[in-house]
């Protein structure tokens, strides 16, 4: 399956890109990819190959170990400057 394009809005860093192999991708294949995604998990799951704790690592962005924290008042000031 080719790689798409996944788009990772940060409020601390710029945009992280993946490698795209294609330039448009409709909403109907990123739904039904996902759909196909979900019950290759479930099945994986039905089958006990995998703990529902592995595959929520798996699919997370993030590892269940990371803090992650957010300065919010620093952001607002920056994104709403007084005049």
Same mark, same amino acid.
């Given at each position: 399956?080719?790689?798409?394009?996944? +788009?990772?809005?940060?409020?601390?860093?710029? %945009?992280?890109?993946?490698?795209?192999?294609?330039?448009?991708?409709?909403?109907?294949? +990123? !739904?039904?990819?996902?759909?196909?995604?979900?019950?290759? !998990?479930?099945?994986? +799951?039905?089958?006990?190959?995998?703990?529902?704790?592995?595959?929520?690592?798996?699919?997370?962005?993030?590892?269940?170990?990371?803090?992650?924290? %957010? !300065?919010?008042?620093?952001?607002?000031?920056?994104?709403?400057? +007084?005049?």
């Amino acid at each position: 399956m080719p790689q798409r394009l996944r +788009l990772i809005d940060n409020l601390t860093s710029p %945009c992280l890109y993946r490698v795209m192999a294609v330039e448009t991708v409709t909403f109907e294949e +990123l !739904d039904r990819e996902h759909r196909e995604e979900r019950i290759r !998990d479930a099945e994986r +799951l039905r089958r006990g190959e995998i703990t529902p704790e592995a595959l929520q690592e798996e699919n997370s962005l993030f590892s269940m170990e990371a803090k992650i924290t %957010c !300065d919010l008042v620093r952001y607002l000031k920056k994104a709403y400057p +007084l005049r």
